[in-house]
């Protein structure tokens, strides 16, 4: 079964798309993907894991493909130092980024810049003020305490996402700690500064109302940081 694609409203010159991940991709369509991304998904243990894999990188070349206008077969990849795919430099320019939780992926593209996506399906977390305290600033942990029980599952979801829509935007890896930065948990827009070893990157972040039983945000890198997304962040 070809993976299913949802385009997302969200603000111009952004797109958004929701791919579901529950099913199999059609054999031509596992023949799309590069030689690697097929040896990846090889290297998976459980066939779940493997098919969500599949579906994802799948449908993140659909996407592209229809965005750049070029097949799906021929797009190819190249890396920031942190890992950070982005379409290689012989390939028209577009700014992408992917996130997936179970059977879900949100794929965020934007015509240039650097830019970050992170989703969870809303789910218990019953250990989120334990996973705050490593992971929040202080003012952030209040502004969880302060959600309440009967909310606290959403409201450290939107902090969580919103921390890594982020860190994906400024491609970091994990060479910078969530903890060292503010990016709130109101489902508001944001400029995040993000200290990093070569200067501060600002980021603008938001939170996106796809889905009820989805929480998801989006961030911009819009100061500082490249040459490019600085080796030595």
């Given at each position: 079964m070809s993976t299913a694609l949802v385009?997302?409203?969200v603000r111009p010159p952004f797109q958004l798309w929701l791919a579901s991940l529950g099913q199999a991709p059609h054999d031509e369509d596992i023949a799309t993907l590069s030689d690697a991304e097929r040896a990846r998904a090889a290297r998976f243990r459980f066939e779940r894991d493997r098919r969500r894999y599949l579906a994802a990188h799948v449908a993140?070349?659909?996407v592209l493909?229809?965005?750049?206008d070029m097949p799906p077969h021929a797009l190819a990849y190249a890396e920031g130092p942190f890992g950070k795919p982005r379409l290689a430099d012989h390939l028209p320019r577009c700014a992408f980024n992917m996130s997936h939780s179970d059977d879900v992926a949100v794929i965020a593209l934007a015509p240039e810049g650097e830019i970050g996506v992170d989703v969870e399906v809303l789910h218990a977390m019953p250990d989120a003020e334990a996973l705050a305290g490593r992971n929040f600033t202080a003012t952030e942990q209040q502004e969880l305490a302060a959600a309440g029980t009967a909310r606290r599952?959403?409201?450290f979801l939107r902090?969580?996402?919103r921390k890594e829509a982020c860190l994906k935007a400024i491609g970091s890896g994990l060479s910078i700690t969530p903890e060292t930065f503010e990016?709130?948990?109101a489902p508001v827009e944001r400029d995040v500064t993000i200290p990093t070893p070569s200067s501060p990157a600002r980021v603008r972040v938001w939170t996106e109302p796809v889905d009820a039983d989805l929480v998801c945000a989006l961030a911009q890198l819009v100061g500082p940081l490249p040459?490019?997304?600085a080796a030595t962040s």
């Open positions: 385009a997302l409203p993140l070349r659909r493909a229809r965005y750049v599952d959403l409201a902090g969580w996402t990016a709130g948990l040459a490019s997304l």
